[in-house]
């Protein structure tokens, strides 16, 4: 299977380039992502814990699912492919906040993206793809917040940047 292909960024979010995956881990470079964040009708976050054979992060628990968007593909097509992907089911997303964070795994590589949030409700069961997804739960966002704090280590680095930089804002944004 050819490896899937990250579009380099610069900081405003212009594309420069296409680059394989796994190399711009390797190599640290700034790259377009998403983190799509489901919420039920009574506000809680599904989240999903990664599959324990990912590449990075593995059994860590994050939101309800992210990747990178393919060449010509918009943040919200990406987003959906990817909820379709990872959990089964689709619903309506709308485009949140965005920002850069860059962290380092244990592995040798690194995340270093320029991520956009994107929103939506669904309130059904997921059918996850066990290749991708080891678990889900409903939380609501005070508990994340705070299992967060006592638990930092259970969850992915760009959860808990979204968490602690731009929680008001998900939370205003429901």
Wanted: glycine share 4%; proline share 4%.
């Amino acid at each position: 299977m050819k490896e899937e292909k990250v579009i380099l960024v610069n900081e405003q979010d212009e594309q420069i380039g296409l680059m394989p995956k796994m190399e711009a881990h390797e190599k640290a470079l700034l790259h377009r992502a998403f983190s799509v964040f489901i919420f039920n009708d009574s506000n809680q976050l599904m989240l999903q814990q990664r599959a324990l054979d990912k590449y990075h992060s593995p059994g860590l628990w994050t939101n309800t699912c992210c990747s990178h968007q393919r060449d010509g593909e918009t943040n919200i097509e990406a987003g959906k492919r990817r909820l379709q992907e990872e959990m089964g089911f689709v619903v309506d997303l709308k485009e949140s906040i965005s920002f850069i964070y860059k962290a380092p795994f244990d592995n040798g590589l690194t995340e270093h993206e320029y991520d956009h949030v994107l929103l939506g409700k669904y309130s059904g069961v997921p059918k996850i793809n066990p290749e991708e997804v080891a678990s889900w739960k409903w939380m609501p966002l005070e508990e994340i917040k705070s299992d967060i704090s006592l638990h930092p280590e259970l969850y992915t680095a760009w959860f808990k940047v979204i968490f602690d930089k731009f929680y008001q804002h998900i939370n205003i944004n429901l």
